[in-house]
């Protein structure tokens, strides 16, 4: 569908009265919080644009449509009302006619210190739900119809969806409760351990344990989406294994491009495809940084496409930004150790020397901005305020396709690294 989409200005919570049923919060600007910079193109590479818009279904595979506070600081207290609003605005210009929202992911601490807990990310889920309830522009996705009604009708087909599997414990049937409460896509693991398998942080992975095999099982009897962008490698592998439908990895990218734990190594990435799986490139910030570019921004990001795409084919590659609207770089600061950014970007000497294997480099930025990751060569990144090109779901997904664009991809290419692809694995995994 082409831009403007069938929006009418709806915004979060405006059935209540600020101030009086709920805390109130300034908060970021949806689009243009920082110089907004677009892919420059032709007027003939425009009206591709156009067109690619018009016939075909646009799928972000992983998201935080949520908005932050202008303030980033004050984001723990606006994550402990447990209210956050959705960015109707944002999503309102974006290309996508459909997103995988993760919600609160790793800072949902409505309660919990920690996070992850089941009563924390079902007030969570339940709060967007309730609010999304009270408009009629985002359609909450629970089948692949939906997302195609989303794009003839110019609205928003919105996924629940989550990172990792710790809230549900040892109780298998919470899978359940979270397909009937309408998420589709679920993580094995986030970055550290849990019931089901090792996350990417640690040092040691053990691989997928005997309750992650049932889970598995269980989430392809119900029609979940299983992730695998958080997890260790054996973990993924495990699970590729085991699972009966294809498996995603919603955001991630290639280690042999950037030595750093949150990218996968060629051996994951393979099997992922071989097993019918779609892999979801990555941009969140000082993660998907190459040699060639060191300073994070679209042509750092799509150097991961394309190794990607050479690496396994076009059939199986696809986009998951992981991006918000906000401080995206501050909120990594605030939250370094719930985000366990740290032990996630450790390149290979620092995952050596956490197993006892000798002694690893020094980690650098305290404030969780690098956390340590490195070239292959061993030299060090460039720090970056916000990601150029890739700021927030708006931005990120109107330059990807403008750079595939200018790049010179065909119609048919562009329509399934954008969407096609992701279609397909729906179409295979959800009841």
Not at 13 to 34: Q, S, T
Not at 157 to 175: F, H
Request: with cysteine.
């Amino acid at each position: 569908m082409t831009l403007p989409k069938a929006y009418r200005g709806y915004t979060s919570f405006e059935y209540l009265k600020a101030g009086e049923d709920y805390r109130a919060f300034d908060l970021a600007p949806e689009l243009e919080r920082v110089d907004p910079w677009l892919v420059p193109l032709t007027q003939a590479q425009e009206d591709q644009v156009q067109r690619i818009l018009r016939d075909h279904v646009l799928i972000s595979m992983h998201e935080h449509a949520g908005v932050f506070p202008s303030d980033i600081a004050e984001t723990p207290a606006y994550v402990r009302e447990g209210r956050m609003a959705t960015a109707f605005q944002g999503l309102a210009e974006a290309p996508w006619d459909c997103v995988f929202d993760n919600l609160l992911d790793g800072i949902c601490t409505i309660r919990s210190r920690a996070g992850w807990q089941w009563d924390d990310v079902l007030h969570d889920l339940g709060m967007r739900l309730c609010d999304l309830a009270h408009q009629d522009f985002v359609i909450h996705a629970r089948s692949v119809q939906d997302i195609h009604q989303a794009h003839r009708e110019g609205r928003l087909a919105w996924v629940a969806s989550m990172e990792g599997a710790a809230m549900i414990e040892n109780e298998l049937d919470r899978i359940d409760l979270l397909y009937g409460f309408g998420v589709r896509a679920l993580g094995i693991t986030y970055s550290e351990a849990n019931a089901l398998g090792a996350g990417l942080k640690e040092a040691r992975d053990g691989g997928l344990t005997a309750f992650g095999r049932k889970a598995v099982r269980r989430m392809n009897r119900v029609g979940m989406l299983i992730d695998c962008s958080h997890c260790g490698d054996r973990t993924t592998l495990d699970t590729i294994q085991v699972s009966e439908h294809p498996v995603v990895l919603s955001h991630i990218g290639a280690r042999a491009l950037w030595e750093s734990n949150r990218l996968a190594p060629d051996e994951v990435l393979e099997a992922c495809a071989a097993g019918g799986g779609v892999i979801g490139v990555e941009a969140a910030p000082h993660t998907t940084l190459t040699p060639n570019h060191r300073r994070h921004g679209i042509e750092a990001y799509m150097e991961h496409f394309e190794y990607i795409k050479s690496l396994v084919g076009i059939d199986h590659v696809a986009f998951g930004p992981d991006t918000v609207y906000g401080d995206h770089v501050g909120l990594h600061t605030l939250y370094a150790g719930n985000l366990s950014l740290r032990e996630s970007r450790r390149g290979e000497s620092a995952r050596s020397e956490a197993a006892g294997g000798g002694q690893g480099g020094s980690e650098e930025g305290s404030d969780g901005a690098g956390g340590g990751a490195r070239a292959p060569d061993g030299s060090a990144f460039e720090p970056v305020e916000w990601v150029r090109g890739l700021e927030n779901p708006t931005e990120a997904g109107h330059n990807i396709l403008r750079w595939l664009v200018r790049e010179g991809y065909p119609d048919e290419a562009i329509a399934k690294v954008m969407g096609g692809n992701v279609l397909r694995i729906l179409n295979q995994v959800w009841a």
